[in-house]
């Protein structure tokens, strides 16, 4: 059985993680899910470790077990990161290396797995030369984006940020898993 760690963070598009861990859990994968703060704000851990069947994680040093580091022991078991969706803000802790939450401390234990981010945000936000730049960075780093779309947004705006459809990126994880 494969595992992801699902990050799940603050944007409107996080109501659309529980269809990802449902479909992703249904197929036979293992998701972790791991919430920011924000991520908390528009849908709650309990719906989505019901639909894993897994303990979801909100707090790095909430350690249940004190022979075993959590962030750590998550990135070693993970076959797949998938963050979507991926906030401006985890998109900018990634690419400068900061580890303040539990999501942003498992990525940078993560080593040599593939690692996928769904950004999703306002388009101004999106096109923002400093959130461009912090992409370019990460794709240097090896991170694969999973592009946003073009649609209405949450505030009303028309334009790029959307974050991909729930097909695509379960196509893009399970074509990984192929290859």
Request: glycine letters at 6%.
């Amino acid at each position: 059985m494969k595992n992801i760690i699902l990050g799940v963070t603050g944007s409107i598009a996080a109501y659309k993680a529980a269809d990802i861990v449902n479909v992703l859990t249904k197929d036979g994968y293992n998701v972790d899910v791991i919430m920011t703060k924000g991520g908390m704000a528009f849908i709650t851990p309990l719906t989505l470790q019901s639909l894993s069947k897994n303990r979801v994680y909100t707090e790095v040093f909430q350690e249940d077990y004190p022979r075993e580091i959590k962030h750590i022991s998550l990135a070693k078991k993970a076959d797949l990161l998938l963050i979507a969706p991926a906030s401006a803000d985890i998109i900018g802790k990634m690419a400068n290396g900061i580890a303040d939450d539990m999501l942003s401390s498992v990525v940078l234990a993560i080593k040599d797995i593939p690692r996928y981010i769904a950004p999703a945000m306002n388009t101004n936000m999106y096109e923002n030369p400093i959130v461009q730049d912090n992409l370019a960075r990460l794709k240097k780093y090896g991170f694969q984006i999973i592009e946003p779309k073009e649609a209405r947004l949450a505030c009303g705006d028309l334009g790029k940020g959307a974050m991909a459809d729930v097909d695509v990126i379960i196509q893009t994880v399970k074509k990984c898993f192929e290859g």
